[in-house]
C-alpha cells in the first residue's frame, strides 16, 4: 500500500506538470522565443546558430543600392550589411506556434514552431535593372530555403541560443508556478 508521502508526490508531480504544460502554452512566450531567435538576424546579422550572416555579393549590393531607392526598407536594412531583410518582409512573416502532444504512451509534450508564412510581394523596379522582369509573388516559405541552399540558416540554434530560450521556459515555468501559489 503506498504511504500518504507517495500519494502526495504523485499529486504534486502531476499538478506540477499542469502548470509547466499551461506556462509553456502561452503565446506570449512563443514570442518571446521568436524575437530571441529573429532580433539579433536583424540587428547583427548573426543566426540563431552563432555565426554571422554569409556576406553579400558586389552586384547585390549595387543593386540593393538601387532598389532602396524605389521601395521601403526596413528599419533594419544596410546596404553592405546582410541580415536577412531588405523591406522587412520575410521576418515580420514568422509566426510562432505551440502544440501540445500526447503519445501512445499517455505523455504529453510541448512542441515549439516557428516558420516563415504567406507571400514575399516582389519589389518596385525599374526597367533600366539588370535582369528587369515584372515580379510575382513568391512563398516566404520557398524564399527561406533559397537563404539555406545559399549559406544563411535561419533553422539551425547554436548553444548560446539554445540557454537563452531555456531560460526563458524555465523563467515562465517559475512564473506560472508562482502565479498558481498566490491563488490559492
Do not use: C
Not at 109 to 128: C, I, M, N, W
Amino acid at each position: 500500500m503506498a504511504s500518504n508521502k507517495d500519494k502526495l508526490n504523485r499529486i504534486l508531480s502531476r499538478k506540477a506538470g499542469i502548470l509547466a504544460r499551461k506556462a509553456l502554452n502561452n503565446p506570449k512566450l512563443a514570442k518571446r522565443i521568436q524575437n530571441k531567435l529573429l532580433l539579433n538576424i536583424k540587428k547583427n546579422g548573426i543566426l540563431p546558430s552563432g555565426s554571422r550572416a554569409k556576406s553579400l555579393s558586389t552586384s547585390w549590393v549595387k543593386q540593393r543600392g538601387k532598389l532602396s531607392k524605389l521601395n521601403n526598407t526596413s528599419r533594419y536594412y544596410k546596404k553592405f550589411f546582410s541580415n536577412l531583410t531588405f523591406t522587412g518582409q520575410f521576418l515580420k512573416s514568422f509566426k510562432a506556434k505551440i502544440t501540445e502532444k500526447t503519445s501512445k504512451l499517455g505523455k504529453s509534450s510541448v512542441l515549439f514552431e516557428t516558420a516563415p508564412t504567406g507571400d514575399h510581394k516582389p519589389y518596385k523596379r525599374t526597367k533600366g535593372h539588370v535582369n528587369f522582369k515584372e515580379g510575382n509573388t513568391i512563398a516566404n516559405a520557398k524564399l527561406g530555403q533559397y537563404l539555406i541552399d545559399g549559406g544563411r540558416d535561419y533553422t539551425a540554434i547554436g548553444p548560446q541560443v539554445k540557454k537563452q530560450i531555456t531560460k526563458s521556459i524555465k523563467s515562465a515555468i517559475l512564473r506560472e508556478f508562482k502565479l498558481n501559489l498566490k491563488r490559492k
